[in-house]
């Protein structure tokens, strides 16, 4: 114990507490880096070692004095600490005989350097033995598997026992990923899916793990780089848990390790799970918060069936206390630096393991710890016998020999994929919201009678996208007219015409156009809402207020932080990248993504129709009027009401040419059957005494508009052009 920690120590290197145990670790730190010592230190043993170090590079420091000034390493035994440089790290004193070391060092000399091979394949180790056949329901499941072999022989990894979590690592060009695959499909090889799922993050795009994808054993696979879909898959595991919490409180028993041994046919445990994580250190470059997450469930999982496999290449500042605290075995492959090394081991022998030997790497269990050459991903042994200078053929991957050995599929998945954009919408509904930390999504509907929709987003989020879904979700809504006086008489309309909703697009600009017409045309809009469902479109400083009494809102992407928290968007949904169609749903007691369906665009009914002739119009009509712009037939006496100028004059014109007989006033109560008003803007209507309804006025009328009075009734009218002279005259 603690020889291992003496290989890569830098030199020179002093030694300092009791005599004869500062002579054993002279002696142990000879061994470990297989050379002799000289001066004072050496012995006839040391003619064994491969090596010699320099003369004085090791020196005993007598008990009560300094260590020399230069010495870049001091190894203290009665304190159990060496110190590289000034940093210091705790250390398992390693104090070796005379006897020890010569035995020690005469193996060594017998068998070369080191007694593994370079290379070794799974199939070429013999297999650890399961604890009752795979199938069987009444056997304990035991999470074992070979994974390579030491100097005593097969090394074999046992999650119930060194577990129940692995952390890995290991220096690019180490051979992290064939002992990732090999660690992952080697388990997967002993229990079928029924047994055991696994969950693949693989945040380098899938290049450490990805052969394990194809497993039938698979319940999540996440290779990119993005929070969303990380938070996805870690909410989802986090509900896998709490579903294995209730399993047990049902069950009435504490653990599910006593669910195995149980059994029973009736209700048997449910798979174990394993969650293998490759480069979880870029979980927190994602989010702060995800690396605590990881550490929850790692302590969570003990009890649950769930085991996690941590890899990293950089674990220096990654493997937290939380982490560390429920590993139960650490497999150091070469890191980049003693500092590294030291982080997963205590010590800096992993950074003196040979960078010429991939897969060597250093096994700390909690009941040993060894030195072992990992098992490449491979099904098939080499030959014995094969063309001297020809590389074995590699054969089948231990991946799938495994598929072909399991040719069923697993359970339910443990995340959902992310939601597509292309989906087509529920009956009745604009969308999909995505529950991923309740592993189910749901159809997004508005219930016009809770309160309103509303769209809140930048321009280019979708916000016309989203209306037009809600359209089609409700046949029959009426979309505000973007003309001042159509918009102000829809209003009017909407409360008494029994429409299922009022939609309104880019409600800022509907409101300012409207306040031409309407004056308090904000007040107005929450009037009618108050009457008829209403959907609008808004940016985000419109219409806060609007935000408490809404039924349903839908927080487009594209917001900033502090927008999106306004408007009520929890901050681990908050994302400030714009996707045209997603949003933050938020309903009453729920909150989650959500894709907006693309719906084709369908012209809803009008409640206002433009005031235009139309070229067909009947010859006797002299125009159209009304909210359905109908013609316009006039007969008997006709006063045309307003000041003299063209626009009377024109009016004259179009309803002479119909027969009509026509006078002209500058004020109405002539007494005439039905008035004409030219010029019909909100200023001249009060001139006149006229208190019309919103809609009849228009700020800037245009040629022909008019408002006619026929009794007590009152109706936009829009008159055709007046003929020509040449027209009239023929």
Same mark, same amino acid.
């Given at each position: 114990v603690g020889l291992d920690a003496l290989a890569g120590l830098p030199l020179p290197v002093a030694i300092v507490g009791e005599s004869r145990m500062a002579r054993g670790a002279a002696r142990a730190l000879a061994l470990a880096q297989d050379a002799a010592l000289g001066g004072a230190l050496a012995e006839p043993w040391m003619r064994w070692c491969a090596g010699a170090l320099p003369a004085g590079s090791v020196e005993v420091v007598e008990p009560g004095?300094? /260590?020399?000034? &230069?010495?870049?390493?001091?190894?203290?035994?009665?304190?159990?600490?060496?110190?590289?440089? +000034?940093?210091?790290i705790p250390w398992r004193p390693a104090a070796v005989t005379p006897a020890t070391? &010569?035995? %020690?060092?005469r193996r060594g000399a017998s068998t070369g350097a080191s007694d593994l091979p370079a290379t070794v394949r799974w199939a070429e180790l013999p297999q650890a033995p399961a604890a009752g056949p795979a199938s069987s329901v009444r056997a304990p499941r035991r999470l074992i598997a070979s994974i390579g072999v030491g100097q005593d022989g097969v090394v074999a990894l046992d999650l119930d026992r060194d577990g129940p979590h692995v952390l890995v690592a290991g220096t690019t060009g180490s051979g992290k990923s064939a002992l990732l695959e090999t660690l992952t499909a080697a388990l997967a090889h002993g229990l079928g899916p029924t047994h055991l799922g696994i969950g693949l993050i693989d945040l380098k795009g899938g290049a450490g793990i990805g052969a394990c994808a194809a497993l039938p054993h698979v319940r999540g696979l996440l290779t990119d780089l993005d929070a969303s879909h990380a938070r996805r898959a870690l909410l989802g595991v986090a509900h896998e848990l709490r579903e294995r919490k209730r399993a047990l409180a049902r069950e009435g028993l504490a653990s599910w390790r006593e669910w195995e041994a149980r059994g029973g046919a009736t209700s048997p445990a449910p798979a174990r799970l394993l969650l293998v994580v490759d480069e979880f250190q870029e979980l927190g470059g994602l989010d702060p918060r995800f690396v605590p997450e990881l550490a929850r469930l790692a302590a969570q999982g003990r009890s649950l069936g769930v085991h996690l496999v941590l890899a990293t290449q950089r674990p220096a500042g990654s493997v937290t206390p939380e982490i560390r605290a429920n590993v139960g075995t650490v497999i150091a492959l070469r890191t980049a630096s003693p500092a590294e090394s030291v982080d997963v081991l205590g010590d800096a022998a992993a950074a003196a393991l040979a960078p010429d030997r991939p897969g060597r790497a250093i096994v700390a269990t909690p009941s040993r710890r060894l030195t072992m050459q990992a098992a490449l991903p491979l099904a098939t042994p080499r030959a014995p016998v094969r063309p001297a200078g020809a590389a074995p053929p590699p054969g089948p991957s231990l991946a799938e020999a495994t598929r072909i050995r399991w040719p069923e599929t697993g359970a339910e998945p443990l995340w959902l994929p992310p939601l597509d954009p292309g989906a087509a919408?529920?009956?009745?509904?604009?969308?999909?919201?995505?529950?991923?930390? %309740?592993? $189910?999504?749901? @159809?997004?509907?508005? =219930?016009?009678?809770?309160? #309103?929709?509303? !769209?809140?987003?930048?321009?280019?989020?979708?916000?016309s996208t989203a209306l037009a879904a809600i359209a089609a979700a409700a046949p029959g809504a009426v979309a505000l007219p973007a003309d001042p006086r159509e918009a102000a008489r829809t209003l009017e309309l909407a409360a008494s015409a029994s429409i299922p909703a009022l939609l309104i697009d880019d409600v800022e600009r509907a409101c300012a156009s409207l306040e031409s017409v309407l004056r308090g045309a904000e007040q107005a809009l929450e009037a009618v809402a108050r009457r008829v469902p209403v959907a609008l479109a808004c940016g985000p400083g419109w219409g806060a207020r609007w935000a408490a009494r809404a039924g349903l809102r839908l927080v487009l992407s594209g917001l900033d932080r502090v927008e999106q928290t306004l408007w009520g968007v929890p901050a681990d949904l908050v994302s400030t990248s714009l996707v045209p169609g997603h949003a933050v749903a938020i309903g009453p007691g729920w909150t989650g993504e959500c894709r907006i369906a693309r719906a084709p665009h369908v012209d809803g009914p009008r409640l206002v129709e433009p005031l235009v002739c139309p070229p067909g119009l009947a010859p006797d009509a *002299?125009? *159209?009027?009304?909210?359905?712009?109908?013609?316009?037939?006039?007969?008997? +006496?006709?006063?045309?009401?307003? #000041?003299?100028?063209?626009?009377? %004059?024109?009016?004259? $014109?179009?309803?002479?040419?119909?027969?009509? $007989?026509?006078?002209?006033?500058?004020?109405?109560?002539?007494?005439?059957?039905?008035?004409?008003?030219? &010029?019909? =803007?909100? %200023?001249?209507?009060?001139?006149?005494?006229?208190?019309? @309804? @919103?809609?009849?006025? =228009?700020?800037?009328?245009?040629?022909?508009? !008019?408002?006619?009075?026929? +009794?007590? &009734?009152? $109706?936009?009218?829009?008159?055709? /052009?007046?003929?020509? /002279? =040449?027209?009239?005259?023929?």
């Amino acid at each position: 114990v603690g020889l291992d920690a003496l290989a890569g120590l830098p030199l020179p290197v002093a030694i300092v507490g009791e005599s004869r145990m500062a002579r054993g670790a002279a002696r142990a730190l000879a061994l470990a880096q297989d050379a002799a010592l000289g001066g004072a230190l050496a012995e006839p043993w040391m003619r064994w070692c491969a090596g010699a170090l320099p003369a004085g590079s090791v020196e005993v420091v007598e008990p009560g004095a300094r /260590p020399a000034s &230069e010495a870049a390493t001091v190894i203290d035994v009665d304190a159990g600490a060496i110190s590289i440089r +000034g940093r210091r790290i705790p250390w398992r004193p390693a104090a070796v005989t005379p006897a020890t070391a &010569e035995l %020690a060092a005469r193996r060594g000399a017998s068998t070369g350097a080191s007694d593994l091979p370079a290379t070794v394949r799974w199939a070429e180790l013999p297999q650890a033995p399961a604890a009752g056949p795979a199938s069987s329901v009444r056997a304990p499941r035991r999470l074992i598997a070979s994974i390579g072999v030491g100097q005593d022989g097969v090394v074999a990894l046992d999650l119930d026992r060194d577990g129940p979590h692995v952390l890995v690592a290991g220096t690019t060009g180490s051979g992290k990923s064939a002992l990732l695959e090999t660690l992952t499909a080697a388990l997967a090889h002993g229990l079928g899916p029924t047994h055991l799922g696994i969950g693949l993050i693989d945040l380098k795009g899938g290049a450490g793990i990805g052969a394990c994808a194809a497993l039938p054993h698979v319940r999540g696979l996440l290779t990119d780089l993005d929070a969303s879909h990380a938070r996805r898959a870690l909410l989802g595991v986090a509900h896998e848990l709490r579903e294995r919490k209730r399993a047990l409180a049902r069950e009435g028993l504490a653990s599910w390790r006593e669910w195995e041994a149980r059994g029973g046919a009736t209700s048997p445990a449910p798979a174990r799970l394993l969650l293998v994580v490759d480069e979880f250190q870029e979980l927190g470059g994602l989010d702060p918060r995800f690396v605590p997450e990881l550490a929850r469930l790692a302590a969570q999982g003990r009890s649950l069936g769930v085991h996690l496999v941590l890899a990293t290449q950089r674990p220096a500042g990654s493997v937290t206390p939380e982490i560390r605290a429920n590993v139960g075995t650490v497999i150091a492959l070469r890191t980049a630096s003693p500092a590294e090394s030291v982080d997963v081991l205590g010590d800096a022998a992993a950074a003196a393991l040979a960078p010429d030997r991939p897969g060597r790497a250093i096994v700390a269990t909690p009941s040993r710890r060894l030195t072992m050459q990992a098992a490449l991903p491979l099904a098939t042994p080499r030959a014995p016998v094969r063309p001297a200078g020809a590389a074995p053929p590699p054969g089948p991957s231990l991946a799938e020999a495994t598929r072909i050995r399991w040719p069923e599929t697993g359970a339910e998945p443990l995340w959902l994929p992310p939601l597509d954009p292309g989906a087509a919408p529920p009956p009745g509904g604009i969308g999909w919201v995505d529950l991923p930390a %309740a592993r $189910a999504r749901r @159809p997004v509907r508005w =219930d016009p009678h809770g309160g #309103p929709c509303v !769209v809140v987003g930048p321009r280019g989020s979708g916000r016309s996208t989203a209306l037009a879904a809600i359209a089609a979700a409700a046949p029959g809504a009426v979309a505000l007219p973007a003309d001042p006086r159509e918009a102000a008489r829809t209003l009017e309309l909407a409360a008494s015409a029994s429409i299922p909703a009022l939609l309104i697009d880019d409600v800022e600009r509907a409101c300012a156009s409207l306040e031409s017409v309407l004056r308090g045309a904000e007040q107005a809009l929450e009037a009618v809402a108050r009457r008829v469902p209403v959907a609008l479109a808004c940016g985000p400083g419109w219409g806060a207020r609007w935000a408490a009494r809404a039924g349903l809102r839908l927080v487009l992407s594209g917001l900033d932080r502090v927008e999106q928290t306004l408007w009520g968007v929890p901050a681990d949904l908050v994302s400030t990248s714009l996707v045209p169609g997603h949003a933050v749903a938020i309903g009453p007691g729920w909150t989650g993504e959500c894709r907006i369906a693309r719906a084709p665009h369908v012209d809803g009914p009008r409640l206002v129709e433009p005031l235009v002739c139309p070229p067909g119009l009947a010859p006797d009509a *002299v125009g *159209v009027t009304g909210d359905a712009a109908r013609p316009l037939r006039l007969t008997g +006496g006709v006063v045309v009401v307003g #000041p003299p100028g063209r626009e009377r %004059a024109a009016a004259v $014109a179009t309803i002479a040419s119909a027969g009509a $007989a026509v006078d002209t006033s500058e004020r109405l109560g002539t007494g005439a059957g039905i008035e004409v008003i030219v &010029e019909p =803007d909100a %200023a001249h209507l009060r001139a006149l005494g006229l208190r019309v @309804p @919103p809609g009849l006025a =228009d700020a800037e009328p245009g040629p022909g508009r !008019v408002v006619i009075r026929s +009794g007590s &009734e009152l $109706a936009a009218g829009q008159l055709r /052009p007046a003929p020509s /002279p =040449d027209t009239r005259s023929g």
